[in-house]
């Protein structure tokens, strides 16, 4: 199984601050890596396809990259919207994982 | 407008059964693999199950392997997944979401998930 390992675990952050998340696979894959956002009580939201492909919908100033096995997620200036639980998630082999999640924090 | 939404949650005693459906529409739904995602309280989403678009390709976790099982009915718009010999550990939100699947080797293969539903709890307990 490919582990998934994001950091930082959590962070706090302010206003209009950039942020960057990472999640490093165990084992080779390429681009199949997704980004959520997910809000207490809701269902995740799907803001990255295939490590960099933003989804419909999805504001410009999130982005995703791939260096090997560490995937990116930034955030270009932080919105009061986009305090949330972010997720990472491999689907290029069965089973597919998650990250352990990200919870970003109003500083 | 794409929707996604699951019903049939509740609390079932251990060693029990439960049946999840989820009712899609919006999309042709017949074109589209669809999966479960739970989610424990406090912890991280873990992938259950997935299905493709006409059923030949099925998958799902260890952990769920040989308990539950995954279907749908394209004329009905709807997935389902089936619970049986239900641990205490299956206490979660279980969430149904469309994947549009990717081909690998020839098979179909999960992607990403778009459209997810509010999700239906499932609580195990004695």
């Known amino acids: 199984d490919i582990q998934m390992t994001q950091s930082p675990s959590s962070l706090s952050a302010s206003i209009g601050d950039r942020v960057t998340i990472t999640c490093r696979a165990s084992q080779t894959m390429t681009k199949y890596l997704n980004w959520y956002q997910q809000k207490p009580g809701k269902a995740p939201k799907l803001l990255i396809y295939a490590a960099s492909n933003l989804q419909s919908g999805v504001p410009s100033r999130f982005s995703g990259s791939e260096s090997g096995t560490d995937f990116t997620l930034t955030i270009g200036s932080l919105q009061p919207e986009d305090f949330a639980t972010y997720y990472c998630q491999q689907t290029y082999s069965i089973p597919i994982t998650f990250g352990q999640g990200t919870r970003l924090e109003i500083k | 407008e794409v929707q996604v939404v699951e019903s049939g949650g509740g609390l079932v005693k251990p060693g029990g059964s439960l049946r999840l459906s989820c009712t899609a529409s919006?999309?042709?739904?017949?074109?589209?693999?669809m999966i479960w995602v739970r989610q424990a309280p406090g912890t991280a989403l873990e992938w259950v199950s997935s299905i493709s678009s006409s059923s030949n390709y099925i998958y799902y976790a260890d952990s769920v392997k040989g308990r539950f099982t995954i279907s749908r009915d394209n004329a009905r718009n709807s997935v389902y997944l089936q619970l049986s010999s239900l641990r205490v550990e299956d206490t979660a939100i279980y969430f149904c979401?469309?994947?549009?699947?990717?081909?690998?080797?020839?098979?179909?293969?999960?992607?990403?998930?778009?459209?997810w539903g509010r999700g239906a709890p499932v609580i195990v307990s004695s």
């Open positions: 979401a469309r994947d549009p699947a990717r081909l690998s080797s020839g098979s179909h293969v999960p992607y990403y998930f778009d459209y």
């Open positions: 919006g999309f042709t739904f017949s074109v589209y693999s």
